[in-house]
């Protein structure tokens, strides 16, 4: 199993390796308002945002247009674009679907578990670990793969497409909390071992408890990082 762009629902037609002038200005302005070097709410103009990725003003319009189906760039009157805003009530439904969806998708996949599928979702998760203990770069990208090497072998194209979109959601607030995000006394890979150990296992109950305490967790941490008095509501 080849790790996925960590950042993107539209990675399956947009492929890293195509080359196309309007690919790699979807995946760098993607990244950039993930990672927050694109600040919620900023507005994109077109000739800036030309001369920062050295492209042309047609590529920069259509990877904006794109992003716009990801929930990551909102029109402006028809005539030009900013990233989206982000509150807590935003955060607090992207987490809810998230794990309504996700629970979803893994039912789907442990219903119809193969001993492929299974190896996949394994090597995903070594992949993960190893990265971690390097602290690869690109840890993220590897972290991503597992979570949906979890889902992967669900039948439903359009559900585990949404679920894509969630993760990239999701992740845009744990980079606006900031890389001192604290998990207290977590042990967020003990907590990723246990996923796995349960659908190896073929526990279904097992697996869904552990994958949304797993997400619960880190949007109660989240939550509070952001400076939400209030827990998410899937927390309770």
Known sequence: MQAQDPLSAQAQTLAPG????????YHTLRKMIVTGALQPGEKLKI??????????????REALSLLTSDYLVERIDQRGFRTADVSAE????????????????LRESLAAATEAWEEDVVLAHHRMKRAKAAQDPD??????????????NARSPILLK?????????????????????????????????ILAAVVARDVEAASTRLLDHYRN????????????AAPK???
């Open 162 to 194: 949404f679920c894509s979109q969630l993760y990239d959601l999701n992740i845009r607030y744990r980079y606006l909390a900031g890389s001192a995000l604290s998990y207290g006394r977590r042990d967020v890979g003990d907590e990723h071992a246990g």
């Open 234 to 236: 899937v927390a309770e």
């Open 90 to 105: 935003n955060f607090d439904e992207i987490l809810t679907l998230r794990c309504t969806l996700e629970d979803l998708a």
């Open 18 to 25: 195509d080359g196309s002038a309007t690919q790699r200005a």
């Open 47 to 60: 000739d800036g945002l030309r001369k920062r990725l050295d492209t042309g003003a047609s590529p920069i």
């Open 139 to 152: 840890y993220e990208t590897f972290h991503k793969s597992f979570h949906m090497a979890l889902l992967s």
């Open 218 to 229: 880190t949007g109660a941490f989240l939550a509070e990082s952001l400076g939400d008095s």
